[in-house]
């Protein structure tokens, strides 16, 4: 005979802890009284629920609630200083490092640029001791560091793939290493799938279990979130999109030794300067147009430029860029059917809404179905945030976890 197992009087507790912290998180310091009627328990168990937690330091009082008649009501907020984690973003320049609090808050950050004949190791633990020294604490006061990179770590091997451009990344043993040199648990993700994260829990894609967002700075890249989880695929590059074979490019062969394909080639960043070219438009004066601008910050320049005044060549070039954008989008589509597409990275956020509706119109034109086309809104390093988040994601699990107290 089966049946369900009744909730023991200690689960439900921990159930109703974890629930009452992840409603302080949401919505900042609360009173008993709230938290009662928010969890639906009684006031004297939301009372001993607080006593406990407060005990247990994953809860402070934080202030007094006025503006009522009597007395002000207490109010409780989680410990900042019960858990502290660190992410970084790791990219061809350098090291972006940051720290944050239990609550999220970034309390310390660092940048380290790339410097020719260093490890991946020692610049790993440069960046990282540079944030933990300016969030005032210690290395082992972190509970658990993220570390994003382009391409991904193959689970089978360890080895980092679909990032040749990455110096000094592809030791077979680096793995080993950094677990060895640093004194807490490390997670590694894919940068792009790191900006989904972001998304996801605090930015345009809240809500939504399944989407695609489409990265686009110095490469073409694609996060799959399916069912509300990351599909990463079986060695990591699910997502590749930028070596995807397009119509209206040639084929490109030998795709992993060339670093490109054809989605790339059709509408990476390189492509934004010569398509405008080709309409007559200059690149806008400033420092984007010297002869030290990087790719995407003069693909950024002119499609800023062409957003602002949407006419004549400018409306051109931001159609011409669409429909190559769209071409891939719709490939992703037709096999994923994703609710939303969220369109993340400086380049075409730099078009606006302008070239996200002309996306969107050649999308329904170029798909069996008709996503909704959403702008990024974490735009502060989307990849350094979902770093963060996707740490304080494992570490509250931990925490919170009051079973093992």
Known sequence: ???????????????????????????????????????????PTASQLLARLEAAGLVV????????????????????????VAGLDVTPSGIVAAVADLTGEVIGSHELPYAEGTGAVDRVTRALGGAV????????????????????????TGALRYADHLPGWHSPTLLEELAAALP???????????????????????GHGD???????????????????????????????GFLPVPGHPLVRQVTRVN???????????????????LGIGAPPGPSSGPAATPVAAAVALLAEAAEHPEGANLLLLQRYATALATG????????????????????????????????????????SRPRLVSGTVCDRPVLRGALESALAATRDEVFDTSRR
């Open 260 to 278: 490109s394909g054809g989605y790339q080639e059709l509408a990476g960043v390189q492509v934004v300067p010569g398509m405008a070219a080709a």
């Open 133 to 156: 020294e300016r969030a005032g604490l210690r290395r082992c006061d972190i509970h658990r560091v993220v570390i994003a990179t382009p391409g991904s770590f193959d689970p089978r």
């Open 211 to 241: 989407f695609v967002l489409l990265w686009n700075e110095e490469g073409l890249g694609a996060a799959l979130v399916l069912g509300g989880r990351l599909h990463r695929g079986w060695t990591g590059g699910a997502g590749e999109v």
């Open 184 to 206: 807490m648990p490390v997670g590694y993700e894919n940068d792009v799938n790191l900006a989904a994260v972001a998304e996801q829990r605090l930015g345009a894609a809240r």
């Open 1 to 43: 005979m089966t049946g369900t197992t009744p909730g023991t009087p200690s689960l439900l507790r921990v159930m109703n802890d974890r629930a009452a912290l992840d409603l302080l998180l949401e919505h900042g310091p609360l009173s008993r009284t709230r938290i009662g009627r928010l969890t639906g328990l009684s006031k």
């Open 329 to 368: 989008i719709a490939s992703l589509v037709a096999v994923l059917d994703p609710e939303i597409v969220v369109l993340s990275g400086a380049v075409t956020a730099a078009g606006g809404d302008v070239l996200r509706e002309l996306v969107e119109a050649e999308l329904a034109d170029l798909a069996p």
């Open 61 to 84: 009082a934080s202030g007094t609630a006025g503006g009522r008649p009597g007395p002000n009501a207490q109010l409780y907020g989680v410990n900042p200083r019960a858990a502290h």
